[in-house]
DNA sequence: TCTTAAAGGATAATGATTATTATTTAATAA
DNA sequence: TTATTAAATAATAATCATTATCCTTTAAGA
């Protein structure tokens, strides 16, 4: 998902396109992606002051429910959201809250064909996050 | 950690060992493990009216704090405990908001095994949790 | 027992989210 | 292009979970 798929999707969904939805999507992109919703509305406050607090949650919510966003959770008690829709995991570090977002299509295939074999009982699988927890390294 | 095990545990963290903790302790272990603070509350309410709401919070972060409990999130919005600390994933099912843990020692083996030749670069591993989405199937 | 720091109880305060309702607007068709 | 209308937005009130405050009680150790 980016920014030129949001007005196709929004069509094909039977969603209006408005200026607020676009700069709600926007406001989440630019924000590197994971930004909480404290982090959106400060955002958006910033650089359209004369949005409402509850559009912007009511185009979150809208946006989940559509798939176009995601939420994710980490051991803290905000709200996160995500729109990549690739297939990925998570990196995240408990002491700075970061999450990063994690691609590994061998990872993604090792987890497949270990479940093909190895059957839950009554469980039917249908998508796998793996998040790996631990700390950033930073480099000097 | 079982309920024998919340005596030590408490005493050797210098935290104190009153009749409130252990009802707290005891209402997350009955409710089956996973429940929200609503469930919690909402059991001790039953069961002990005389203790305090701010009470739970309180101790259910103490908890959180020294290791006892751990918080679980889901894409819902509310938080939940897990007082299990052994190692185990999660088998999550949107639609009914249910969670089961999972044990799965060859699939430790496997994720460990398959990050000791991937190293992930900045980047140090402590934990792994896999998140399994998909459906319970009922068998009648 | 006595002492004291820690913990609990009651309730107020906070703050994020949701509900409400009037107004505006995007989309469609005439 | 304009008119129509259902959908979306804005503003604000209401809700509700969580946190803070402050006073009282109690567990633990001397």
Redo the contacts with the bound molecule.
């Keep these: 998902m980016n920014k030129a798929d949001l007005h196709n999707v ?2 094909n969904k ?8 676009i700069i ?1 999507f926007d406001a989440v992109v630019n924000l590197g992606n994971h930004p ?3 982090k959106i ?1 400060e955002h958006i406050k910033n650089n ?1 002051p ?13 946006f989940v429910e559509h798939g176009i966003l995601k939420r994710v959770k980490t051991g803290k ?3 996160r959201y995500d729109y990549e829709l690739e297939k990925h995991h998570h990196l995240y570090a408990k002491d700075s809250d970061r999450i990063e977002d994690y691609y590994d299509a061998d990872l993604n295939q090792l987890l497949e064909k270990y479940f093909e074999q190895k059957k839950i009982e009554n469980f039917k699988i249908e998508e796998m996050k793996l998040q790996i927890i631990g700390k950033f390294i930073e480099n000097k």
């Design positions: 929004l069509r039977g969603l209006k396109i408005t200026p607020q939805r709600v909480s919703t404290d509305i359209h004369n949005i409402s607090v509850a559009t912007v949650y009511k185009i979150l919510e809208t008690d905000v709200m």
